[in-house]
């Protein structure tokens, strides 16, 4: 059975981005954290930027690698931690019923909020879909070092 899905963009629209991207890394951040889409949008591409020897390059807005090691720094200076699933644990409201996650699954991040998918699709719909791992908020933002936030650092 599908989840709750609730359409949110994670403030991509209101900072003055528009058409199609492949940004949910960037949006699944800014709904779990309640940090501006353009804020974490630029940190993200700062520190995509400092990375070598890949062909491929993280970026906001064409997808991230979110197996980098600067990407797995970044969420925890934001104050996440990585919480592996075992195989056949499937995208359910029972699996995400309480608390908030940005959750891992093939090609795709998405915020689950209470049980409830907030995405600009519901990737619940359709064949299961397999999750991989979640990150969970270890603390609350506030309590986090202003570096996290920053576009600054890397």
């Given at each position: 059975m599908?989840?709750?899905?609730?359409?949110?963009?994670?403030?991509?629209?209101?900072?003055?981005y528009?058409?199609?991207?492949?940004?949910?890394?960037?949006r699944?951040?800014?709904?779990?954290?309640?940090?501006?889409?353009?804020k974490?949008?630029?940190?993200?591409?700062?520190?995509?930027?400092?990375?070598?020897?890949?062909?491929?390059r993280?970026?906001a807005?064409?997808?991230?690698?979110?197996?980098?090691?600067?990407?797995?720094?970044?969420?925890?200076?934001?104050?996440?931690?990585?919480?592996?699933k075992?195989?056949?644990?499937?995208?359910?409201?029972?699996?995400?019923?309480?608390?908030?996650?940005?959750?891992?699954?093939?090609?795709?991040?998405?915020?689950?909020?209470?049980g409830a998918v907030?995405?600009t699709?519901?990737?619940?719909?359709?064949?299961?879909?397999?999750?991989?791992?979640?990150?969970?908020?270890?603390?609350?933002?506030?309590?986090?070092?202003?570096?996290?936030?920053?576009?600054?650092?890397?």
């Open positions: 599908p989840m709750l899905h609730h359409y949110n963009d994670g403030g991509r629209k209101a900072a003055g528009r058409g199609y991207t492949g940004d949910c890394v960037v699944s951040i800014c709904i779990v954290t309640g940090l501006s889409y353009k974490v949008y630029q940190a993200v591409n700062l520190r995509s930027r400092l990375e070598r020897g890949k062909v491929f993280s970026s807005s064409k997808g991230v690698d979110t197996s980098r090691v600067w990407f797995k720094r970044y969420m925890e200076q934001l104050g996440f931690v990585w919480h592996h075992p195989p056949k644990t499937w995208l359910e409201a029972t699996t995400f019923d309480e608390g908030c996650y940005i959750v891992s699954m093939r090609g795709h991040y998405t915020a689950v909020v209470y907030h995405d699709y519901n990737p619940s719909v359709g064949k299961k879909k397999r999750v991989y791992g979640y990150w969970a908020r270890r603390d609350p933002l506030d309590e986090q070092p202003a570096s996290a936030v920053s576009s600054t650092q890397n």
